[in-house]
């Protein structure tokens, strides 16, 4: 027993993680009368890594111990205590230690007698070994973690269950193929056993990649012909080539990649103070119909959790585009989320916002690896490795041979869903896939730690939470028990698996970006290639990208300027404008975003030569508008395409662009506008061909475009300027609102047309 005068912070690997003035087995994560509330003596298989932290002013005192003694010569598994302080012990201080005979066999969980007698046998010796950790310079719980791994090393990943990863995908196909296929509607379930949760079937182009990918590298002939026949047999129905960028990216490349408009939206929504906050008094969706969030933590509460993942986006956008605006708007989130400790509130749609979660952890690690990525700051890097180090305590670095899927499992949080749902000792793996695809890309920069091995290990955790058979062969649970590995009903695709099996065969799903030049004159190119050679003089940058076998896509370089003339393996390209059809290369320019696509209609290695790839500055993020007055004297203002509309443009004070297809609109995030200031709108604009104008647009209390917020007014298309007035405060939605995104259909149902908009004007009249 280990007994520590002071303490400011203390983690107990899955079950604690206290700081300041907490206590331990409190009911600040899961409800006072709950049985999973106190956690004084616990059943081994909840503990993580068989290491205790606690670290004050005077540095960090601990205990760890190797889980496989056998402390009789036959079982293993001492019992832990942990109570800070010992208010069952009546102390002060704060209990670290290890005990015999153990938990469940002769102890009962939070008791420290046992109820059945340990037969102590002549002749044969019992033993019980701990170190005690003791850094008067550590200033973190966590040092004990890292010492654990240098004494004892980090696990091994589990073996395969059928030896090579490409056997792996092609067993996961049976998800596809057979467990969560309809054959008469010819769909799939998005999930199994989830309630309202897997109500709906569907035809998701990302399960027809999975598909594709499966053709590509399933070993056996069969499967593949299967794969095949199934991809075309849905494709059929909803239209798309039989391409697996082609479905893992449906749409312009650099649409998909480098849309300012969700970016946009998010940095709208942050507080003045550089966070997001908690919103205590939204209304419960979903399964959570009516539910009171003011029971998972006070309004306006700020945590990493709530943070990050909105951090990362924009910075990703930020990465992909090189748009230094986009970074500078996050350095104070950046620096705010350096202020917080412990890795809390990325699941407050039914965590409490303040339980340690392992979600937030991975948030933030993307979101400064991002940072980096962009900036090569070294101290975002700095960052990103301390966030990593911070999901450590969620998991399983041990190995239970009767369980192989232990090792590498992920508790998801030290806690419970409406303080009611417990979590302790409950793996919940797809949080811990995302964990481990944010070490996988901190891995390519920090060598602090073997994250690659890690996330193996993580990822192989999955792979055997599987079902081999059955019903429902190849999905794999929510959550299932540590203790007997008994699962949940609800099981998911195999999807999340196959995206970390693909990433640690250097099949990398995601775009990656390079960068030419240097300061503010830069070109960021982005694909979901290998890239190398990039080279830029200013006026031609060339670079090679290699696809692996069974791939092809689209390059995007972003803040370019429109390019004389695109080469591909020495032979010039041509430009149009619906790259995704057809089988040919091609390039093609978007104005608005400064970003040149292009097709590299084959596998292998593809030398890329640009020529006139002048450096272009784009203004792409809209500023925050007060009114809705905009008059295209100097640009955009704003507006961005959406879909079916290319080309867009200001030329003479308007704003100018082609349809392409029957849904085109354009879009302008970034408003706060009360709607009551102007209950009408006028458009000046001219169109030569549609069959109806529409105006849509968004609030404070729904920020979605949506059917039930629309004014449509018809349509003079013929070429000629017109106004149209739209009465816009009789509609129910518009009345009493914060406006804070408008949409405009030019020309629904023109599948190619010219259009012009010379002003778009709020007011009383």
């Not at 600040?28 to 003596?41: C, G, N, Q, S």
């Not at 069969?222 to 059929?236: G, T």
């Not at 803040?559 to 093609?588: C, F």
Request: charged share 25%.
């Amino acid at each position: 027993m280990l007994y520590v005068l002071q303490r400011e912070e203390a983690i107990f690997p899955g079950l604690e993680w206290l700081v300041d003035d907490e206590v331990s087995s409190d009911c600040l994560d899961i409800a006072e009368d709950h049985p999973d509330r106190l956690r004084y003596v616990v059943h081994p298989q909840w503990v993580t890594i068989p290491a205790v932290g606690v670290q004050s002013r005077s540095g960090t005192v601990g205990l760890l111990w190797d889980v496989h003694q056998k402390w009789d010569g036959r079982r293993d598994r001492p019992s832990a205590v942990f109570a800070s302080p010992d208010r069952f012990g009546n102390q002060r201080s704060h209990l670290v230690g290890l005990f015999l005979p153990t938990v469940p066999d002769f102890v009962a969980p939070n008791t420290r007698t046992a109820q059945k007698p340990y037969p102590l046998e002549a002749g044969r010796p019992v033993a019980l070994r701990a170190w005690i950790f003791v850094d008067g310079s550590s200033r973190d719980p966590l040092a004990v973690i890292d010492q654990w791994i240098r004494q004892f090393g980090l696990p091994k990943p589990a073996p395969l269950p059928r030896s090579t990863y490409p056997q792996e995908i092609e067993f996961s196909m049976q998800g596809y193929l057979k467990s969560l296929w309809d054959p008469q509607a010819k769909e799939w379930w998005p999930t199994k056993g989830g309630g309202m949760l897997s109500a709906a079937k569907d035809r998701p182009r990302s399960f027809i990649a999975d598909l594709l990918v499966g053709e590509a590298l399933s070993p056996s002939p069969d499967v593949r012909r299967q794969c095949r026949a199934r991809a075309e047999e849905v494709l059929a129905i909803i239209g798309g080539r039989p391409r697996i960028d082609a479905q893992r990216f449906p749409g312009p490349m650099e649409r998909l990649v480098g849309d300012p408009g969700p970016p946009a939206a998010l940095l709208s929504s942050r507080e003045a103070d550089g966070a997001w906050h908690f919103d205590a008094d939204q209304v419960g969706a979903g399964p959570f119909v009516g539910a009171d969030y003011h029971e998972l933590g006070p309004d306006n509460a700020v945590e990493v959790g709530l943070c990050a993942r909105r951090a990362y986006e924009v910075l990703r956008f930020a990465r992909v585009t090189g748009d230094r605006e986009a970074y500078r708007r996050m350095q104070p989130t950046l620096e705010r989320m350096e202020g917080f400790r412990v890795p809390r509130a990325a699941q407050v749609w039914e965590v409490p916002v303040h339980t340690p979660d392992i979600l937030a952890a991975a948030d933030a690690v993307d979101a400064y690896l991002e940072a980096y990525r962009f900036s090569r700051d070294p101290r975002w890097l700095r960052d990103a490795v301390v966030w990593a180090r911070r999901g450590l305590p969620f998991v399983y670095l041990w190995e239970d041979p009767e369980r192989p899927f232990l090792v590498g499992a992920s508790i998801p949080v030290f806690g419970a869903s409406w303080m009611q749902g417990s979590w302790f000792g409950r793996p919940v793996q797809w949080n811990g896939l995302r964990y481990a695809e944010s070490l996988l890309k901190l891995a390519e920069y920090d060598r602090s730690l073997a994250w690659r091995e890690l996330a193996e290990t993580v990822v192989r955790s999955a792979i055997h939470q599987q079902d081999v058979r059955g019903e429902n062969a190849a999905l794999w649970p929510d959550n299932l028990s540590a203790i007997d590995g008994q699962k949940c009903s609800w099981v998911f695709s195999p999807s999340m698996i196959l995206q970390d099996v693909l990433r640690l065969m250097g099949r990398d799903p995601d775009p990656v970006t390079v960068i030419a030049g240097e300061g503010e004159r830069r070109l960021h190119i982005t694909a979901a290639a290998a890239m190398a050679d990039v080279a830029w003089d200013g006026r031609t940058c060339s670079f090679r990208a290699a696809y692996p076998p069974g791939e092809q896509g689209v390059a995007v370089v972003f803040n370019v300027a429109r390019p004389a003339r695109v080469l591909l393996d020495g032979a010039a390209v041509a430009e149009r404008d619906r790259l995704e059809d057809g089988a040919a290369p091609g390039w093609r320019y978007d104005e608005s975003l400064g970003a040149l696509a292009i097709r590299i209609a084959r596998e292998g290695a593809s030398a890329v030569r640009i020529e006139g790839a002048e450096w272009r500055y784009v203004e792409r993020l809209p500023a925050i508008a007060e009114r809705i007055a905009f008059e295209f004297k100097d640009g955009l203002d704003g507006w961005m395409p959406a879909h079916d509309v290319a080309g867009l443009s200001v030329k003479g004070g308007v704003l100018e662009g082609r349809i392409t297809g029957p849904d085109p609109y354009i879009i302008r995030t970034m408003l706060r506008v009360p709607g009551d200031r102007c209950p009408v709108i006028r458009i000046r604009m001219r169109a030569s061909a549609g069959q109806g104008g529409e105006f849509f647009w968004t609030t404070a209390a729904a920020r979605s475009f949506g059917e039930d917020k629309k004014v449509a007014f018809p349509l003079a298309a013929d070429g000629e300027f017109h106004e149209y007035r739209l009465e816009v405060g009789r509609h129910a939605l518009w009345a009493g609102q914060t406006i804070t995104a408008i949409r405009l259909d030019p020309g629904n149902g023109a599948s190619q047309a010219e259009v012009g908009v010379d002003y778009i004007r709020g007011g009383a009249e």
